[in-house]
Each structure stands twice: as C-alpha cells, then as structure tokens.
T-cell receptor, first 108, second 112 residues
C-alpha cells in the first residue's frame, strides 16, 4: 500500500461547482498535513495546512481525521483558475511524503 | 528575496556523463530537500539535509549524491547519468522539519 493515496482523477467540473478531494495516509505517526497545488510544468506551492479542527481559507476547506487517517479538501464555487493538480502531503518528522496528485479541470 | 532558485533550468546529458544541480535558498532555512517527479509517480524524495554539513537518504537515493557545505546551498550530483534519471528535479527548503516547504522552479533533465 502506498504511504499517501489520493483520488485518481481527473476531475472535470463546470465553473461554480463544488468539488471534494480525498486523501488517505498509512503512517499513524504522521505529524503534519498539507495540501499543495501544482500548475502544469510548475513547482508545487502550498495551498493550505490541515489541522485536526479543520480549517477554511476563502472557498477552500480542509479536514483531517486522524482516527481514520483521512484528509479532505473541498473547493466551493470553482473558478477556471482552480484548474491544477492538487497534492496531498504528509510529514513524518524530518521528511515529507507526497501523494500522486489529483488533477482538476474547471470548465467554462 | 529570491526564495529558492535552481540551476540549470534544463539540461541534456548523454549516458555516463556527470553533472551537478545547484539549489540555493535565501530564507535561512535549516532543511533542504531534493525530489524527482515523474509522470504518474508524484514527487519522490531523493536526499535531504537537516542542516549544514548533514545529509540523509530519501526514498530513491541510488545513483545520486548530495552535499550541503553551506547552509544556503544544496547540491545534487549524478556521477554517471542513466536514461532512468530523465525527470524533473525539484529542490525545496523549510525552516523546520514539520513546516511548509518552498520549492524551486525545477530542473528538467533528459538523459539520452
């Protein structure tokens, strides 16, 4: 089993839609959690950290369930500019493990 | 601040040639990382460093060596390039082990 797994995608959604991404991790010792965004042929950039209490940043909401080892990202009112690959990232103390990513295409 | 920079941006090598990729950061970060990204594989950690003068192996270290002689620089070396090392290489840095990583723009390497 891979350490971090994500929805295989791709997700093709119309503008204005709500879309949810799921991520599971296998190492219960994982210490911190993130969602990164990667545009085509660009470097990954931090979208948001994920906290146990859940956190929201504008149209984006992240949730963490440590008991189920599950992380989610919800995007509301999708914009064309949200089209990208979304990477789930788990920290194991000194290094990070990246999921394979889920590609999102928001269509006009 | 330039953040994290990588040189070169693109390189073509022949099998057996050697090269060094340079990563530099001006954020005074302790931790630095080298990843490779291949289609369908996501980012995989090659080597990392938790401070000047230290290095450690990641998930896919074979065929690569690294050095961190100065805090701001992290070098990735390929002693004898192989076609399997064709990839996009990303460097990243973070202030501490559990903190946000900041990535460089990447180096595209093609080994013929």
């Amino acid at each position: 089993r891979k350490e971090v797994e994500q929805d295989p995608g791709p997700f093709n959604v119309p503008e204005g839609a709500t879309v949810a991404f799921n991520c599971t991790y296998s190492n219960s010792a994982s210490q911190s959690f993130f969602w990164y965004r990667q545009d085509c042929r660009k470097e990954p950039k931090l979208l948001m950290s994920v906290y146990s209490s859940g956190n929201e940043d504008g149209r984006f909401t992240a949730q963490l369930n440590r008991a189920s080892q599950y992380i989610s990202l919800l995007i509301r009112d999708s914009k064309l500019s949200d089209s990208a690959t979304y990477l789930c990232v788990v920290n194991l103390g000194q290094n990070f493990v990246f999921g394979p990513g889920t590609r999102l295409s928001v269509l006009p | 601040n330039a953040g994290v920079t990588q040189t070169p941006k693109f390189r073509v090598l022949k099998t057996g040639q050697s090269m060094t990729l340079l990563c530099a950061q001006d954020m005074n970060h302790e931790y630095m990382y080298w990843y490779r990204q291949d289609p369908g594989m996501g980012l995989r950690l090659i080597h990392y460093s938790v401070g000047e003068g230290t290095t450690a192996k990641g998930e896919v270290p074979d065929g690569y060596n690294v050095s961190r002689l100065k805090k701001q620089n992290f070098l990735l070396g390929l002693e004898s390039a192989a076609p399997s090392q064709t990839s996009v290489y990303f460097c990243a840095s973070s202030y501490a082990g559990r903190e946000t990583q900041y990535f460089g723009p990447g180096t595209r390497l093609l080994v013929l």
